[in-house]
């Protein structure tokens, strides 16, 4: 079994900046693709930005510039770092990750509780 525990959400004004966590821990070999996703109110869960093993990155055109996404391979974390932070930016955050297990051949996600971010104007 694996968990994630995200941190790092709360309440911000319009153009300042937050930085998410999400830890994994577990029976854990290694974690291939990590990524963020948010769900806003009445809204369906979006891709915020991936990044795979190696650290090649891909962002929601809506994010690209203002957020950044980066992880530690040896600590099992991801990370996303929002600066410019805009009201349309309010949602839920979960982070996801493609975990392969120790003694299992092949691979499931896990998502985290979730954490929530709002900026206010």
């Known amino acids: 079994q694996v968990q994630l525990v995200e941190s790092g959400g709360g309440l911000v004004q319009a153009g300042g900046s937050l930085r998410l966590s999400c830890a994994a821990s577990?029976?854990?070999?290694?974690?291939?693709?990590m990524g963020w996703y948010r769900q806003a109110p009445g809204k369906q869960r979006e891709l915020v930005a991936t990044?795979?093993?190696?650290?090649?990155?891909n962002y929601a055109g809506s994010v690209k510039g203002r957020f950044a996404i980066s992880r530690d391979n040896a600590k099992n974390t991801v990370y996303l770092q929002m600066n410019s932070l805009q009201v349309e930016d309010t949602a839920v955050y979960y982070c996801?990750?493609?975990?392969?297990?120790?003694?299992?051949?092949?691979?499931?996600?896990?998502w985290g509780q979730g954490t929530q971010v709002t900026v206010s104007s």
């Open positions: 996801k990750m493609v975990v392969k297990h120790i003694f299992k051949p092949t691979t499931d996600d896990y």
């Open positions: 990044i795979t093993r190696d650290g090649s990155t």
């Open positions: 577990g029976s854990i070999s290694r974690i291939n693709a």
